[in-house]
């Protein structure tokens, strides 16, 4: 039997495939909500059900349908990714352990993320694009052949999926989280890099796919077929 504390960011294995802890509510009885780190799928299960990994430099595994490997050795750049795994927030900032941010500036003492957190260099380690040749992948706990065929042709298909809009697609409904209001929005379009939500606001795909901000609710087509 399991017995150990569930925490919100938390990586864990669920049916051994890789999540995160997106948050905790012990009211219910499936109380630990997860986004599957591949494609950000979200999931209720229960403590029991899940086993913690702590990631470590040259990990390599696959978020939002691309692969990556964490690399402690180089300073992010604007527009990279990053994971906080050691977290030392000061009092204006609200970020902790294993959250996913998007670089924004960038310069000598540490970096500012599209959620306008102040992150040190030390405090970080780069997701760099990419399985490095030394990498460990941790996307399953225990690879299986089939699952070894699922990976490489999730690989062998993200840039097509990256090309072809197929993440965020039209017709997604987005709840909006960071604001004083929850509100819902949908994709109207893509084009170029940019999405185009209704209510004339224009966003990258990028930042739809910050969870603190955004959470995918379902797709518009999906209900009326």
């Known amino acids: 039997m399991k017995l150990f504390q ?6 864990v294995y669920y049916k051994n495939e890789l999540h995160k ?5 012990p009211i219910y009885k499936q109380s630990v909500h997860l986004l599957k780190l591949r494609d950000l799928t979200q999931h209720l299960t229960k403590a029991a059900e899940v086993e913690r990994y702590k990631p470590k430099e ?3 595994f696959i978020f939002s349908h691309k692969s990556y490997t964490l690399r402690n050795d180089l300073n992010a750049k ?6 906080i ?17 998007i670089v924004e500036t960038v310069d000598k003492k540490g970096i500012i993320t599209s959620n306008s957190h102040g992150i040190k260099h030390n405090e970080y380690m780069l997701m760099a694009p990419g399985r490095d040749k030394d990498s460990q992948p941790i996307d399953f706990k225990v690879f299986t052949t089939s699952e070894a065929a699922d990976l490489q042709e999730i690989e062998s298909q993200h840039i097509s999926h990256a090309n072809n ?5 039209i017709g997604d409904i987005y709840q ?14 893509v084009k170029e890099g940019t999405v185009y939500l209704g209510g004339g606001l224009e966003i990258s795909p990028e930042e739809l796919m910050i969870t603190e901000k955004w959470e995918f609710q379902y797709n518009f087509q999906d209900q009326n077929d």
């Open 176 to 189: 909006k989280k960071d604001g004083t209001e929850l509100f819902e929005t949908m994709v109207v379009a």
């Open 21 to 25: 802890v997106y948050g905790v509510n």
């Open 85 to 101: 795994h050691n977290p030392r927030p000061d009092s204006l900032d609200t970020y902790s352990l294993n959250e996913i941010e």
């Open 78 to 83: 604007e527009g990279d990714y990053i994971l």
């Open 165 to 169: 809009g197929l993440l965020p697609a």
């Open 6 to 11: 569930v925490r919100k960011g938390q990586f």
């Open 58 to 60: 040259l990990d390599s």
